[in-house]
């Protein structure tokens, strides 16, 4: 499977990539990186899903932005010799191919189409930190399980994927038993089934219904952009 960003590249930008890119796997839960620390490489996901976790000062934290085979992490620090500002979460277990973030930083210089591709992927992915964070603000929680499930669904190779309801809390940012009540109104509609530690989307369709237009919203900018969207509706 391919990193999609890698390949919406010209073939000669593909090639001064391909020589240093090392695959690597991430368990689910896995820490990439944390907030504040120096990230040396950059990752582009071939399977899975990783979040960026905002971390509160008292520790606690809450999902800006998740990526999968659309995209790359690790790119706001690493290239620009700066500090990470969010912590970087597997959400689904998958596979990465990584990058020395000098070598990904030399490219950059010698690309011009290459550069044009991050600022895209940069700018979809501001637009996409800002929409969650008016959502997580103002919309009711059923309408931000049903986006955030349709984010993870997009981003998945199936419509089942392992999930804990603990998982799902960390990420909207609420309690646990608040996520199991909302789960199961999702579930009375038969948009979602749920078992131990995993999640199935039974009708998508209905689930975009049921979302808040922030979904929407996030994917009209990454077709109006032009970068590559991790599921094209059929």
Known sequence: ????????????????????????????????????????EVWFPLKGVVSLMTVLP??????TAAIGREGLIGVTCGPMNARAASRAISQIEGVAACLP????SEA????????????????????????IAACNAQHAL?????????????????????????????????????????????????LIERGRGWVE???RPGLEKASCGCYGAMRAVMKDLGVPRPRVPQ
Request: a negative charge; glycine letters at 6%; aromatic letters at 6%.
């Open 1 to 40: 499977m391919d990193n999609l960003w890698i390949a919406s590249l010209p073939p000669a930008d593909r090639k001064r990539l391909e020589p240093h890119l090392t695959p690597r796997a991430f368990d689910r839960g896995q820490m990439l990186y944390d907030a504040g620390e120096d990230v040396g």
């Open 201 to 203: 989307v039974l009708d």
């Open 108 to 131: 950059l210089e010698k690309s011009q189409e290459m550069r044009l591709a991050l600022s895209k992927f940069t700018e979809s992915l501001f637009a996409q930190v800002q929409q």
């Open 142 to 190: 059923d309408q931000r399980l049903a986006r955030w499930l349709l984010t993870i669904h997009d981003r998945s190779d199936a419509d089942r994927f392992n999930l804990t309801q603990a998982d799902i809390a960390g990420m909207l940012g609420v309690r646990r038993a608040t996520v199991s009540e909302v789960g199961g109104a999702l579930e009375d509609k038969s």
């Open 101 to 104: 973030a000098d070598v990904f």
């Open 58 to 63: 008292d520790d606690r934290m809450v999902e």
